[in-house]
């Protein structure tokens, strides 16, 4: 006799079911919004690039502008996750930029299109004016709380007296638009075989500047009385 699944396990699998296509759904619609552009992009083009029918699609969001606010949503959330602080980040403050820059960029490596999303819509600085438009309240709150973050960092690094006395909001604009430059270069020029390996040259660039620094000559070192004996004596015997 075939036992009868308790009610229980019967709406876990489908509640683990739903997730499954809903994710699915938002990695197709990643790689269709970044490749054909959001006002271009069908929901016909998710669902062939998700493997399943439009009417799932339509089963877990009723129109485009919902699917894209639940990707970048989603997407920036767990990018707010790799920025913070864990336990067992590196106590001194350059050391433990590069670490949460690591993180940040090992995450982006694994969703490069959404990265070319994130940059319309302003994540690491201000967006075009038809991604504000599409961008809702909600979805402006969460890519504020990752400025935030972002800003959050900067401070850790005035308080440890490791950044110049100078205004964070500033400061974060200038790490965000380094940070910006290198992943939006990387991505586009596909010639950077891992983009977690940038952190220490961003982080670099941020904290010291791209100027060249010399380091100074080494300081002779002073002769022994015995070799100022010779030298003495040599010069005596030089004919002028």
Request: proline share 5%; with cysteine.
């Amino acid at each position: 006799m075939n036992e009868v699944s308790p009610p229980e396990a019967m709406l876990s699998r489908r509640e683990e079911a739903k997730a499954l296509f809903r994710n699915a759904i938002l990695d197709a619609a990643e790689q269709v919004f970044a490749e054909r552009g959001f006002h271009v992009a069908r929901i016909s083009d998710v669902a062939k690039q998700a493997r399943i029918g439009v009417g799932t699609v339509y089963n877990h969001f009723e129109q485009k502008e919902d699917l894209l606010r639940a990707l970048l949503e989603e997407r920036t959330a767990r990018l707010i996750e790799h920025l913070a602080a864990r336990p067992g980040d590196p106590a001194e403050f350059e050391e433990r930029l590069i670490a949460r820059l690591t993180r940040v960029l090992d995450y982006v490596e694994n969703h490069r299109s959404f990265f070319l999303l994130a940059m319309e819509y302003g994540v690491l600085g201000k967006g075009s004016v038809g991604g504000d438009a599409v961008a809702c309240s909600k979805n402006m709150q969460q890519i504020e709380k990752f400025r935030r973050a972002f800003r959050g960092l900067i401070e850790e690094g005035l308080a440890a007296d490791a950044l110049m006395p100078m205004d964070a909001h500033r400061l974060a604009w200038s790490l965000g638009g380094i940070l910006r430059m290198f992943i939006f270069g990387a991505l586009v020029d596909q010639q950077e075989p891992s983009l977690k390996a940038l952190a220490p040259t961003i982080a670099g660039l941020f904290l010291h500047g791209a100027a060249r620094r010399d380091e100074p000559a080494p300081p002779k070192p002073t002769p022994s009385k015995g070799e100022r004996a010779r030298t003495t004596s040599r010069s005596r015997r030089t004919p002028r």
